[in-house]
């Protein structure tokens, strides 16, 4: 499969990911606004979420995936059937008693990352860690079977399976809310029920495309088979591989439970602020971010092995370029534009004005980082394909410090929204930092013409931004709720206009965005 083909692929299924997340947290906003039941709800699926993230899509899909094509490719797909098995086998039983104690522990583990809810949404948030804990089981599995399937380069269905945990919440939210009130219990519960469901979704659809590859996990409970496995000397080899991984990924795992933490002691409601901001965030780093990794960093590395340095430098520099070019006005449309943003996608409802206006300043502390944020995901690959895991590591670790200083000085001062700050200031040292590393390896060279390029960016941005400072100032976008779809449609009319005002000025300053291509 070409490699750029398998991309655009994974983009247009991240889209459909991003768009679905995007309906779920406006249906979350139209049904609980934001209070300390909504709190709740975040600080009970942050906590398996974010062991998902460091111990199963991090620091076990980095050690077990090269170790799997590397069986593949050197012994052969029975031995690797063998390997799955035992890898399988020890993340059952790994599964079994991390579900097991996080059930036992979830009042410590809400107490962890949300020592600032009210009695009422503390003890909420721990019915629902323990009714969702074991969906950190299902998703381990999911990325276990997503590291054969991608290894077989079967793209689709672990690019796919996201979707699922959204539908599965929005149904679940629109369904169960009503009767879980009726009968007394919270209706946020159904949002917790949304998720387990998703989890079990998501699991299944991966074992028939396991099946059809010959691939699907032999897994066993018996206390002999699990030593048997245990000895196997992949396991081994992975559980050391882990190691290091687990530096890089916790790093920013902590920085969220730190940030969790902090805003759960700012009010009822700061916690969901922070996350509905976060997801109009997420909106352009999982485009543009993802896109630009997932095309970079196998070209990066072939370039590498190859010992072809000018094509690796060209291909950091095209990459950046392209960050410029795409990333810098979605930034600009986040500082500029993030009241009227937020009022579309959420104001409706629970979620009032003052909702609005908190989420919208956490939302412009989002783009003050934007480029840096959607440049690490073009920068670090850059180390990887040099096959040096540490210096992201390290200078994560570094960015860590720093942005936990920054919380001091600016949350007394900015609320909730000093927290999105200090992340973006913390990402734009975080790629500068990437960049200088890579310049000083001698890795990277600017190619010629790039103070041209950035005058001519940042000439479109400014007149892309007056155009929407000025459509922000002289429209009533709360007041014009009363008329959703008059909204909308000056919305998707700002939108518009802001396109055509971007690339236009490009244009006429003589950029060409089709110019630019794919480097040579």
Known sequence: MNLLRAASTISLLTLASRITGLIREQLTAGLF?????????????????????????????????????????????????????AVATVLLWALLATTVVGILAA??????????LPTRAFDASVVMTRFMFPYIGCMSLVAL??????????????????VLLNLSMIACGWTLVGPLERAGWPGIYGMAAGVMLGGVLQLAVQWPALASIGMRPRMSLRWQTFQNSRAHPGVGRMLVAMGPALLGVGVSQ?????????????????????????????????LLGVALSAVLTPQLSAAQAAGQTERY?????????????LALPCAVALLVFAQPLTAVLYHRGAFTAQDVAHTAQSVMG???????????????????ARQDTGTP??????VLLLTQALNLAFVPWFGV??????????ALVNATWLLRGLQRLGSYRPEPGWWGFALRSVSACVAMGVVQWQLSLRLDWIGLGQHEVIRCLWMAGSLGLSAAVYFGVLFLVGLRPKALGRPS
């Open 107 to 116: 009042p410590l583990l809400v107490w962890l990352l949300g020592a600032g």
């Open 254 to 286: 902590l920085s969220l439970m730190i940030n969790t933490q902090i805003s759960s002691n700012l009010g009822e409601g700061a916690t969901s602020w922070l996350n509905y901001a976060d997801r109009l965030m997420e909106f352009p780093i999982g």
């Open 366 to 384: 989002w783009g003050v980082g934007l480029l840096g944020l959607i440049a690490v995901k073009v920068l670090a690959p850059g180390f990887y």
């Open 33 to 85: 606004g934001a209070t300390g039941m909504t709190d709740a709800f975040l600080v009970a699926f942050r906590i398996p979420n974010l062991l998902r993230r460091l111990f199963a899509e991090g620091a076990f899909s980095q050690a077990f995936v090269p170790l799997l094509a590397a069986s593949r490719a050197t012994d052969g797909d029975e031995a690797t059937h063998r390997l799955v098995d």
């Open 145 to 162: 079977s997503a590291g054969i399937l991608n290894t077989w380069r079967r793209f689709v269905v672990p690019a796919a399976s996201p």
């Open 417 to 426: 929204a000093g927290l999105a700050l200090s992340i973006g200031v913390g």
């Open 313 to 325: 430098s060209r291909l950091l520099d095209w990459g950046l370029r392209m960050v410029m070019l």
């Open 393 to 398: 590591a390290k200078i994560a670790v570094g």
